[in-house]
């Protein structure tokens, strides 16, 4: 932080309009795809802006030493940096780099867990500030110093900078737009010449502008945008956007603080629990708010990766919301009514929360079955498996039984638990229909007909039951009712299959096994007697027919043991014969003495 309050306190002094020498040479820069290389390899690919401010730091450092630019050793000492300065292209570099630390550090207080308070919004401008100062030096500096496109670029960076300055002080919007539409046209311009990368870079920063310009209409009042528009175009992605989230997000919580304040119950299954928390009341709308776009018109033209990101929105919801619930419980003292009352909102935000984790794994269910079921011309994509699917039905399974023992947990059940209990023991009956029928699949995928006709018969007998019980209750789900028809016919189908394959599997047999005998010859001499390095000289094959199963012979291996010369067995017979003369006379006899000493 002191490195970078002494590098950034450098005053820059107005620049003279003093002619250039016509014969220096011209600087060139492309600065946005300097700027973006370097933001998505130092953090920000991540939104890690203290990485990006820190990597600017140490960049900064290397340029003033390679240029020789300190600022005096133990004492300060200020050096100004002018056109006359301006002597390598790396003095560009320098002013630039301040920039973005500035605006980076400013990004890094926007991004704070509960977001920047009085104080830290003051630092947070003065960082922005001092970003703008830096950009409008680096655009006059390259209207002397570099080419004409660089010249461009740096107006273009200047005018973004200064848009987002005015964007977060929330005044000013004609300037903002001015600012971001002025920025936008050079980019714009820009995006048709240089290489295919510089293109698509100027087009990717042309889209990240559009959310800002409309979002400054959208303040003026010249727009007809409604909120939830504009939640659809903060899900863009880029830095150039993240300032623009942030202060949708403010604008966002803000609303849903004063929605809020008017919601005081929580409805679920016929019970209404009161809610007075702020927070939770925040979370939970923030929660059903996400919920519109899942069950809402146009949930159906939503990828399923967007649907699964929203899904994970909800669930941080729900559990901030119990977490605040199971807050008030520890604070709530020896208050009987008051815990009651906790407690069943934490029963039914859990059980809010069991719904929707069973219908983020029938999504995950229906993109494996397209994966499994359609045909992909795309090698690089993972194909799915039979396996993947039993694993899923066996998650809903304990989702469905979970979610089971906790609307029966209660005493005093009212008619709606009744029947949320009896409609999940009927969606057990088909997540098991459907498992079954998916084990048999992978049975039959590893050749045992046997085990997949059962499983098949089982899953059948299942998928009836299951059609049993859709038909009796009162409020039938015909889309339900028309995937266990489905699931009805497949199992038939693949019974009859099954069947048919293990009757021409087992037809086979003698055949296969007659082939394998033919194979055998009781001399034990092999149609092929030689390898194929004793027979160079002549041209035969050394592999087999195709039909047949046997390796070919090119070499014996392992080598056999090739035999050996040793010395011949000599057995002594007539050892036991011979009378050898006695050598008495030759032993030292011992004295009377010695008999005692050795």
């Not at 990240?208 to 659809?232: D, F, M, T, V, W």
């Not at 929105?313 to 009352?341: H, M, P, W």
């Not at 079954?436 to 098949?456: D, I, N, Q, V």
Request: with cysteine; hydrophobic share 35%; net charge positive.
């Amino acid at each position: 932080m002191g490195k970078e309050n002494d590098t950034t306190s450098m005053e820059v002094d107005g620049l003279k309009s003093n002619p250039s020498d016509s014969s220096s040479p011209k600087f060139s820069i492309n600065v946005l795809q300097l700027l973006k290389s370097a933001q998505m390899q130092h953090g920000l690919r991540h939104g890690d802006y203290t990485r990006y401010r820190r990597y600017c730091t140490a960049r900064l450092r290397r340029l003033y030493k390679s240029l020789k630019f300190t600022h005096g050793r133990g004492k300060y000492s200020r050096r100004v940096i002018s056109e006359n300065t301006v002597t390598d292209v790396r003095f560009l570099h320098v002013v630039l780099y301040t920039a973005e630390r500035a605006w980076s550090h400013a990004m890094e207080k926007r991004q704070l867990p509960d977001g920047p308070n009085r104080r830290q919004r003051i630092y947070l401008i003065g960082r922005l500030r001092k970003a703008v100062k830096w950009a409008s030096l680096f655009a006059q500096l390259c209207a002397v110093k570099a080419d004409s496109r660089t010249s461009l670029e740096a107006e273009a960076y200047a005018s973004y900078m200064k848009g987002n300055l005015l964007f977060e002080q929330d005044h000013n919007w004609d300037t903002a737009l001015r600012n971001f539409k002025s920025a936008r046209a050079v980019y714009e311009e820009l995006g048709k010449y240089g290489d295919l990368e510089n293109q698509l870079l100027c087009r990717e920063r042309v889209e990240e502008l559009e959310p800002s310009i409309r979002y400054c209409l959208h303040k003026i009042g010249n727009s007809n945008l409604q909120a939830s528009e504009l939640l659809h175009i903060g899900e863009m992605e880029g830095p150039a956007l993240d300032l623009f989230k942030a202060k949708l997000e403010a604008v966002m919580a803000e609303a849903r603080s004063q929605q809020a304040a008017s919601m005081t119950e929580f409805h679920w299954l016929g019970h209404r629990f009161p809610i007075s928390n702020a927070k939770t009341r925040v979370s939970i709308l923030k929660a059903q708010e996400l919920e519109k776009d899942i069950h809402g018109p146009n949930a159906e033209s939503l990828p399923a990766e967007k649907k699964l990101a929203i899904f994970d929105k909800i669930f941080t919801a729900y559990q901030e919301a119990r977490s605040c619930i199971r807050n008030d419980l520890v604070t709530a003292g020896t208050a009987e009514n008051v815990k009651d009352e906790l407690i069943g909102l934490d029963k039914a935000v859990s059980s809010v929360l069991g719904q929707r984790t069973i219908e983020r794994n029938q999504l995950l269910v229906s993109i494996a079955k397209s994966k499994l079921t359609k045909q992909r011309d795309d090698k690089s994509e993972k194909a799915s498996k039979p396996e993947e699917l039993v694993r899923l039905y066996d998650l809903l399974l304990q989702n469905i039984a979970d979610l089971s023992d906790l609307v029966t947990s209660g005493r005093d059940r009212k008619q709606e638990e009744i029947a949320f209990a009896e409609e999940c023991a009927f969606r057990s009956s088909t997540f098991r229909a459907e498992r079954c029928f998916y084990l048999a699949k992978s049975y039959s995928m590893a050749g045992k007909r046997t085990e997949a006709y059962a499983l098949y018969q089982h899953a059948l007998s299942l998928a009836d039951n299951a059609m049993q019980k859709l038909q009796s209750m009162t409020n039938m789900d015909q889309a339900m009712m028309e995937e266990l028809k489905t699931l009805y016919g497949n199992c038939r189908s693949n019974i009859c299959i099954e069947h048919a394959t293990g009757i021409m599997e087992e037809q086979k047999v003698p055949e296969s096994l007659s082939k394998k005998i033919s194979g055998i010859s009781l001399s034990g001499v092999n149609k092929m007697e030689k390898f194929l390095v004793e027979k160079l000289d002549a041209y035969e094959p050394a592999v087999g027919d195709s039909d047949m199963k046997v390796p070919p012979r090119i070499e014996a291996f392992p080598p056999p043991f090739p035999a050996i010369a040793r010395n011949p067995i000599v057995i002594d017979l007539a050892y036991n014969l011979i009378e050898f003369p006695s050598l008495e006379n030759r032993t030292k006899k011992k004295g009377f003495i010695s008999r005692f000493w050795g």
